[in-house]
């Protein structure tokens, strides 16, 4: 059993006001060892600044189980996937609707095979896999229901490799639910798709994207992520600037009835159209004392954070889902 302990604080301040407080994530593992099962837990404790002890913010972030054969992993519970079906640090995640953080079951099978090229030397793509994802519902806990009507089904193809020595990736994402929940959403009833990329042409710093579509059928659900990221910066004193993101989000339609952009249906006169949003993020550090500054624009738009009694028919104060987060 392998255990890791962060104490962070952070100050956030945004259109909603300001927030000043600590957490503590504690991280527990269990490795792979003679027996092909692995296992993870991730607890967040938080509280703001205050004279009280009590804890605000208890979250079981991370909570799975994984058998992990040469020729499959499978892997059931809560998992964190942000990376696994996008590249991007922020935005993005368009099929799982901006969540990172998902109840579900995840089976792998890697591939390995080789290409040969007339003007190429080789092409070889070890960890190269079809993974198969599903989701019984992908709403928060006051709203999610099992009856398969917010289920998410989700097959991707990986491709993670190097061409003349310059390392890429690529994800291919399809998804499908099988009811009609939201029909601007990946939860429509039909199909959603999204491709990943991320390119490292010199070894300090990478360009990533994901263009996402999350109702195939549906004009006004597209969107494109570019970003860029550096490493190793430079060092000013005692203080070492480790990384550097900066990422663009881009409408690639628009609709005044998508409630996922601030759209409305129902009163066109409430409704507004997405605008260019972006993110970025400067990471520092200090012997063992990281610091990490973030600052964005972004509204919540094409995640279910952006619901709200303005552009839906639901009643106020239900909560569909969270958008994208820096923390």
């Keep these: 059993m392998i255990t890791f302990v962060s104490v962070n604080s952070y100050y956030q301040t945004n259109s909603s006001g300001s927030i000043l407080a600590s957490f503590v994530d504690m991280d527990f593992k269990r490795t792979f060892d003679q027996y092909p099962v692995g296992a993870e837990a991730i607890v967040r404790l938080e509280k703001d600044f205050s004279n009280s002890d009590s804890v605000e913010l208890l979250q079981l972030r991370t909570a799975k189980l994984s058998l992990s054969e040469p020729f499959l992993t499978v892997t059931v519970g809560r998992m964190d996937l942000g990376h696994d079906l996008s590249p991007t640090e922020y935005f993005g995640n368009y099929l799982t609707m901006g969540l990172h953080r998902l109840d579900g079951i995840d089976v792998t099978i890697p591939i390995k095979f080789s290409l040969a090229l007339q003007t190429l030397q080789a092409l070889k793509t070890p960890p190269t896999a079809f993974s198969f994802f599903y989701f019984p519902s992908l709403l928060s806990n006051t709203t999610a229901s099992y009856d398969e009507t917010q289920s998410l089904f989700i097959e991707q193809f990986r491709v993670m490799s190097s061409l003349e020595k310059i390392p890429f990736s690529l994800q ?156």
């Design 172 to 327: 291919l994402n399809v998804s499908q639910s099988p009811s009609r929940y939201l029909l601007d959403s990946t939860l429509n009833r039909g199909w959603a798709y999204s491709v990943g990329f991320s390119v490292t042409p010199a070894s300090l710093m990478s360009i990533y994207g994901e263009y996402g579509t999350q109702n195939a059928s549906q004009s006004g659900t597209s969107a494109l992520t570019v970003g860029l990221k550096g490493e190793d910066l430079f060092a000013l004193g005692p203080v070492l600037f480790e990384s550097a993101d900066i990422e663009v989000q881009r409408p690639m339609s628009t609709s005044l009835d998508n409630p996922f952009t601030g759209g409305n249906a129902l009163n066109p006169s409430l409704a507004s159209l997405h605008q260019e949003t972006f993110f970025a993020r400067l990471q520092a550090r200090i012997e063992a004392i990281f610091m990490n500054f973030y600052v964005t624009d972004y509204v919540g738009d094409y995640t279910f954070a952006r619901i709200n009694s303005l552009n839906t028919a639901l009643p106020p104060g239900v909560i569909l889902g969270g958008g994208n987060e820096v923390l």
